[in-house]
């Protein structure tokens, strides 16, 4: 397996992100993504496409999110052509809160890359043909600027790229989901929720019906897709909030854990020891 560099495929060292279009009229070899996510719309034809070990059918609209760890390879291309976007994953900082906070962003995005890589899941967008065909068009401008790379192109590339992660979200959100994409989808909106309202007080019954499931039913697939529960999702929201604070305000720390989420102090310093090894006020000190 070969494992590949973002940089191999751009000449642009201080702007590390690629588009292009991708034929491919035999197999293409099992490989990884040392530094970079990528993003495949599948513009026409089909081909088996092997993730890790395991094999899945795709074809003309169907869109998904390979993270760097994962492998993957095409065989048995039939007028197979996809539109490959490579790209760091701190471009997707610019996404704001309300991008954030939405439940098809977290499913394909955030949930369907991680879950694809650590078990066999073949889940991805498809999109009907009227939606591929703006997305497309939007492809094609931003190959467009890609290419002749005139001034703010780079500019340019960023905000076009978002509006296609808004479009492609949007559209995963109104898709519908069944079986194991079903579970996909509560527990997207469980994350969505929480991500929304953290520093709000929040109940495990809250969250377990704001995914429109139970909550024995939601810890257990939450369990399965995140590795963790609700409840540790939503405390480690509070203590990234909290170190954030730390950081930047110099209020004592009563105010940041109450700032953070936490209505007792006493826990919020017994639950930040647990994870970072430290007291809050030594973690400031050592700023």
């Known amino acids: 397996m070969r494992s590949v560099h973002l940089h191999w495929f751009t000449s642009d060292q201080q702007f590390l992100f690629y588009i292009g279009y991708g034929g491919h009229d035999e197999d293409m070899y099992l490989h990884d993504h040392v530094d970079f996510s990528e993003l495949v719309i599948v513009l026409n034809g089909h081909a088996t496409h092997i993730v890790n070990t395991e094999a899945s059918f795709i074809k003309k609209g169907d869109v998904f999110v390979i993270d760097g760890a994962t492998s993957h390879a095409y065989k048995d291309p039939h007028d197979f052509r996809i539109c490959n976007i490579m790209y760091r994953p701190d471009i997707m900082t610019a996404a704001g809160s309300d991008l954030r906070t939405s439940i098809g962003y977290q499913a394909l995005f955030v949930l369907e890359p991680f879950y694809r890589h ?170």
Request: glycine letters at 4%.
């Open 118 to 287: 650590i078990q066999p899941f073949n889940s991805k967008l498809s999109l009907p043909v009227s939606s591929l065909e703006y997305v497309a068009s939007l492809a094609a401008v931003m190959i467009e600027e890609y290419t002749d790379k005139l001034q703010g192109y780079q500019t340019m590339l960023r905000s076009r790229f978002m509006e296609l992660v808004v479009y492609l979200s949007r559209q995963y959100q109104n898709q519908d989901r069944h079986g194991i994409q079903g579970n996909l989808m509560h527990v997207a909106k469980a994350l969505s929720f929480m991500e929304d309202h953290y520093l709000e007080p929040l109940t495990r019954e809250q969250i377990a019906g704001k995914s429109g499931i139970s909550e024995r039913h939601l810890n257990r697939i939450f369990q399965s897709y995140y590795q963790t529960t609700p409840f540790a999702y939503l405390l480690r929201l509070r203590l990234e909030h909290a170190c954030h604070l730390l950081r930047t305000t110099k209020g004592p720390i009563t105010e940041v854990s109450y700032k953070s989420g936490f209505n007792d102090s006493n826990y919020f310093t017994r639950q930040f020891n647990k994870v970072y090894g430290m007291s809050p006020k030594t973690y400031r000190q050592q700023l």
